[in-house]
């Protein structure tokens, strides 16, 4: 059984930084692509970033692109979401994601493996 657990959200205020943290357990974490998304009262879920089972490649959302920085140590089975210069449109609930496969998906419902989120406001 997987479990992926999100730590880290919180209440900043526009330009400020957080970094979120997802601990997972159940499972040989360093053989899979990892995920973070989000979901703002009222709209969809969205990709924010992904990251290879090596973390030799990183995918982002073009709204997050140059603020926001996903990472990972296999060591510890945690998967990382550096958070900077936020704004007020990236208060949201994020969630990190498993997908059981090397390989790196923009599709949330390529991944197979969701935790309970952790939520980010931003004040402005």
């Known amino acids: 059984q997987v479990q992926l657990v999100e730590s880290g959200g919180g209440l900043v205020q526009a330009g400020g930084s957080l970094r979120l943290s997802c601990a997972g357990s159940?499972?040989?974490?360093?053989?899979?692509?990892m995920g973070w998304f989000r979901q703002a009262p009222g709209k969809e879920r969205e990709f924010v970033a992904t990251?290879?089972?090596?973390?030799?490649?990183?995918g982002y959302a073009d709204s997050v692109k140059g603020r926001f920085t996903i990472s990972r140590d296999n060591t510890k089975n945690t998967v990382y979401l550096q958070m900077n210069s936020l704004e007020p449109e990236d208060t949201a609930v994020y969630y990190c994601?498993?997908?059981?496969?090397?390989?790196?998906?923009?599709?949330?419902?390529?991944?197979?493996?969701w935790g309970q989120g952790t939520q980010v406001t931003v004040s402005s």
């Open positions: 994601a498993l997908r059981s496969s090397l390989v790196v998906s923009t599709q949330g419902y390529e991944y197979d493996y």
């Open positions: 159940g499972r040989t974490f360093r053989n899979y692509a």
């Open positions: 990251i290879s089972w090596s973390g030799g490649y990183t």
